[in-house]
């Protein structure tokens, strides 16, 4: 009977005591309700966290870059591009050290042009210290870009961020060489976007993503990436009185890196679409004098008649407000979304004209002002000999009635200089093959030894004009 009356008061004792707690816990928990919202409080030191779950309970998110730095690291490179020309203080060859971001698994990289502009030999070392030779397979000077290719299988590469949606004040990694120092990565946010600090001297794209993150000589051609471990950008410069970091670091946003490297490696040189006109910044001058509420919007100043915008019937005067729903705060937001679109693609633009808000579709042209896919091949084959050829357009060859290649330009002192060629020259055929693209003919000079012949034509002139040159 004891042992019976010990075990229900033990059973008793533990029921109130369940009941205690409950109502204190219940208690605690109707004191931290605030308008039906619960809050709990828990002491940051009582968390012992890793992984992914440590971004759900610790602010400022991401708090580290660890998986952002793991996935880039391997996919960036480092560039020595040797030159024969002499160092003037050093008297000896001059080299020029950068970086590169992989982008295919197959051995495309991205790179500054200004990293290898005067190569003669190109060397790439990847993260596990694998030296790779790397070939130009194109540039574009406009945009600061090129394209190397290694022979390598299955290589490492970054996917493309989408850079219109980055935000200033968001996280970012610069990964690259700085001073050889190889698999470096700083951290710093997005100080500013469409920054124009007139790099290229006002002959080309400049619309760059301003941070501070800090990056130095050998950075040149290194990747910008983002939290999530995407490719947002390609880091190109830094505002210095020194020539070191001092808080300010420039890069080429990857929506156009993808479009040009896209080009390049699909085309062979890059299909940039054109409207005809020409831009300035609104100034509070310009915007009292068309009454406008606001400095925010692109100028069109000159239309040229019969080109893209004059089709589509943009004016003198318009204020273009937006390209495809993306606000064109200034000319270099809106010289870096045309850059995103090709010959033949049309873009809604919205402008304001005489105080009212309007819209209008404009089909892109090319420089000859057709939607052909043509633009001036500058392969290193045709360079090499002194010259810049392109495809014909469709216009062109309705009217001299065949295919060919298109002379651009001839280099001064130059192998097609020395044969007396002329700008103009239409190439019809090498060695006996016929040649419609610059493509056919990229090719039949990779293969040829030797002399070679070109037969071809000038539109303005009647008959056929042959050429001879030898290849070393």
């Known amino acids: 009977m004891k042992q019976l009356v010990f075990t ?37 030191q009582d968390l012992n966290l890793g992984g992914s779950l440590r971004k759900y309970f610790h602010s400022a998110y991401p708090n580290d870059f660890t998986d952002a730095a793991k996935t880039s690291i391997p996919s960036v490179v480092a560039i020595l591009a040797a030159s024969n020309t002499t160092n003037k203080k050093s008297n000896s060859p001059s080299n020029s050290n950068g970086s590169g971001v992989m982008i295919s698994n197959n051995g495309h990289i991205v790179t500054n042009y200004h990293v290898i502009e005067q190569a003669t030999e190109i060397k790439v070392v990847d993260d596990r210290g694998f030296e790779f030779e790397g070939d130009v397979i194109g540039f574009d000077r406009s945009t600061d870009l090129a394209i190397i290719k290694i022979e390598s299988s ?15 004040g968001e996280w970012v990694l610069a990964v690259g060489n700085p001073f050889k120092l190889q698999s470096s990565v700083t951290a710093g946010i997005v100080s500013a976007k469409g920054r124009d600090i007139n790099l290229l001297a006002r002959q080309g794209i400049e619309s760059f993503i301003q941070t501070d993150a800090a990056i130095n000589p050998g950075n040149s051609g290194g990747a910008l990436v983002n939290s999530n471990g995407e490719l947002i950008g390609i880091n190109t410069a830094i505002l210095s009185h020194s020539g070191s970091y001092e808080g300010f670091s420039f890069a080429i946003p990857s929506n156009i890196v993808q479009k040009v490297a896209y080009d390049i490696i699909e085309y062979g040189s890059v299909q940039r679409g054109w409207l005809g006109v020409n831009i300035f910044n609104i100034t509070p001058e ?13 100028l069109i100043d000159l239309v040229e008649s019969g080109s893209a915008a004059a089709d589509a019937g943009i004016q003198r005067n318009d204020v273009i407000l937006s390209v495809n729903g ?60 002194g010259f810049e050829v392109r495809d014909l357009d469709s216009n062109e060859k309705l009217r001299v009635g065949k295919d060919g290649i298109y002379v651009v330009s001839i280099a001064r002192g130059s192998t097609i200089h020395s044969t007396n060629m002329d700008p103009g020259y239409i190439i019809t055929t ?43």
Do not use: W
């Not at 533990?14 to 109502?23: E, F």
């Not at 310009?286 to 400095?295: F, G, Q, V």
């Not at 012949?453 to 290849?471: A, D, N, R, S």
């Open 286 to 298: 310009i915007a009292r004098s068309l009454d406008l509420t606001s400095n925010v919007g692109v």
């Open 8 to 44: 229900v008061f033990i059973c008793l004792a533990t029921s109130l005591i369940t009941i205690l707690c409950y109502d204190v816990l219940t208690h605690q928990a109707e004191q931290s309700r605030t308008d039906e919202n619960y809050s709990y409080v828990v002491n940051n």
């Open 154 to 168: 299955a290589t490492p590469f970054l996917p493309f961020g989408n850079s219109d949606s980055l935000q200033i």
């Open 430 to 472: 090498i060695n006996g093959h016929k040649v419609a693209k610059a493509n056919d003919l990229l090719e039949e000079l990779k293969s040829a030894k030797g002399q070679v012949f070109l037969e071809g034509f000038y539109e303005k002139y009647p008959g056929e004009y042959p050429y001879t040159f030898v290849l070393n």
């Open 326 to 385: 993306v606000a064109t705060t200034n000319t270099a937001v809106f010289t870096e979304q045309i850059a995103l679109y090709r010959p033949g693609d049309k873009v809604t633009m919205q402008f304001i004209r005489n105080n009212t808000e309007q819209s209008a579709e404009v089909i892109l042209r090319n420089q000859l002002n057709t939607t052909d896919y043509i633009s001036v091949r500058k392969d290193k084959a045709f360079t090499d000999l």
